[in-house]
């Protein structure tokens, strides 16, 4: 299962208001706390929940994120040599934020299977090694001394239904485990924002829909009233250009009720809309969507980098950008390193990307899974065409004759 995808998520801060804006407008709306460092971590496939809540982490080792015990073993010259395969705990202390309506850890990736405990409550299980999910810990964060656990598996499944049984189950490619991606503490001002409960999304989803003049942008915002009472809230869309200048704007009222969630679609007319060309004219503008109390105050705000285009696939011309062929000439690109297995940094990624460019490419397959959401946005500013892959790979069934994890 493949298809041409760009998906940019990123939290940022809108290039500048339009219009009239009230003084409480210029703070941001929400924090985001990044749980780098600080970490104790131990590889122990014995170790029970109960025995891993009670420990200090004294005699653990010291690691800061990303992290995997496979830095050395999945990612070597050496394909004769097994990987670990396990059990990982990580444990954190650490300091709530002194501000927020609400609160939510982010897991941008953990591999595979993550349990996540918070003081000593049980917030969940996320499987699958690759996609951001989040926890709300409003109601369990203290100001003080948080003690967040988690335990990641990588184990290498036998049967079907074993817990580490998921896609992608074969492939010639080793799975790192641990908490290989970022972890952050996102905090609201406001108990009204955009949903944080969307399967680990921004809760603003956008696509072009015409690149006519003027060509059109669909967006669509789902929110959440965390809060106790109703209200009625504005929903702003801006696309700025790249000199900030307001390009295509939308508003739109909706009362929420309490403890609900609420959808609005927008539809953003474009005025001689600069293409985004690929490697020619990798251009971006920067979508910003604002929720507005009945005061005008802005109490929730996303941002992320948009390409007007259109790209299509003809079964005997090929593919089409904005209506003109392209031919499409690339590689394949995973996300690891030697030495480091799955846990990269963005520089590295950054360093990967170069070389991709270097060679003369304009597109790039991400195999064989949901890759960082850095990795779709680099890419995008380069102008290289991603070709994004979910990760069933060749198959989704287990066999006898042919076990994952044992591909060098």
């Known amino acids: 299962v493949a298809g041409l995808v760009s998906l940019l998520i990123a939290l940022g801060v809108a290039p500048r208001a339009v219009g009239q804006a009230p003084a409480s407008e210029t703070a941001e709306p929400r924090a985001l706390q990044t749980l780098a460092g600080g970490w104790r971590f131990v590889q122990d496939d014995a170790m029970t929940d109960e025995v891993a809540l009670a420990a200090t982490g004294d005699g653990w080792t010291a690691v800061s994120l990303p992290h995997t015990w496979n830095a050395n073993d999945a990612a070597s010259t050496n394909a004769t040599v097994p990987y670990k395969r396990g059990r990982g705990w990580y444990r954190l202390a650490f300091d709530a934020p002194a501000r927020?309506?609400?609160h939510w850890l982010q897991f941008d990736g953990a591999s595979m299977v993550a349990d996540v405990w918070l003081n000593s409550r049980k917030l969940g299980q996320h499987k699958g090694a690759f996609t951001a999910f989040r926890f709300d810990v409003t109601d369990i964060l203290r100001p003080t001394g948080n003690v967040l656990v988690v335990k990641t598996d990588n184990s290498e499944p036998k049967d079907e239904a074993d817990l580490t049984a998921i896609a992608p189950l074969h492939g010639d490619f080793n799975l790192s485990g641990g908490l290989y991606r970022k972890v952050a503490l996102v905090s609201t001002r406001s108990?009204?924002?955009?949903a944080l409960d969307d399967l680990g999304g921004p809760g603003v989803y956008a696509r072009t829909t015409s690149i006519a003049d003027p060509a059109t942008v669909s967006v669509r915002v789902k929110l959440a009233n965390d809060g106790r009472s109703a209200g009625t809230y504005v929903v702003r869309a801006v696309l700025a250009d790249a000199a900030g200048r307001a390009a295509?704007?939308?508003?739109?009222?909706v009362t929420l009720s309490a403890n609900a969630a609420g959808e609005v679609v927008q539809e953003l007319g474009v005025t001689a809309p600069h293409l985004w060309q690929g490697v020619r004219d990798p251009y971006l503008y920067t979508l910003r969507v604002?929720?507005?109390d009945g005061r005008g105050?802005?109490?929730d705000r996303v941002s992320q980098p948009f390409g007007i285009r259109q790209m299509t696939f003809d079964p005997d011309r090929g593919f089409f950008l904005n209506?003109?062929?392209?031919?499409l000439r690339g590689v394949a690109m995973h996300q690891d390193y030697l030495g480091k297995g799955?846990?990269?940094?963005?520089?590295?990624?950054?360093e990967s990307l170069a070389l991709v460019r270097e060679m003369g490419a304009n597109t790039l397959r991400l195999a064989h899974y949901p890759h960082a959401p850095h990795t779709l946005q680099r890419a995008d500013e380069m102008g290289l065409v991603v070709w994004a892959e979910a990760p069933f790979v060749d198959g989704v069934r287990l066999s006898c004759s042919e076990q994952p994890g044992t591909e060098a």
């Not at 108990?191 to 955009?194: D, G, W």
């Not at 295509?248 to 009222?253: D, K, L, M, V, Y």
């Open 100 to 102: 927020g309506a609400r």
């Open 191 to 194: 108990a009204v924002h955009m």
């Open 248 to 253: 295509g704007e939308a508003r739109t009222s």
């Open 290 to 292: 604002e929720v507005l």
């Open 297 to 299: 105050a802005v109490v």
């Open 323 to 327: 209506g003109s062929p392209l031919p």
């Open 342 to 350: 799955w846990a990269i940094t963005e520089s590295d990624t950054n």
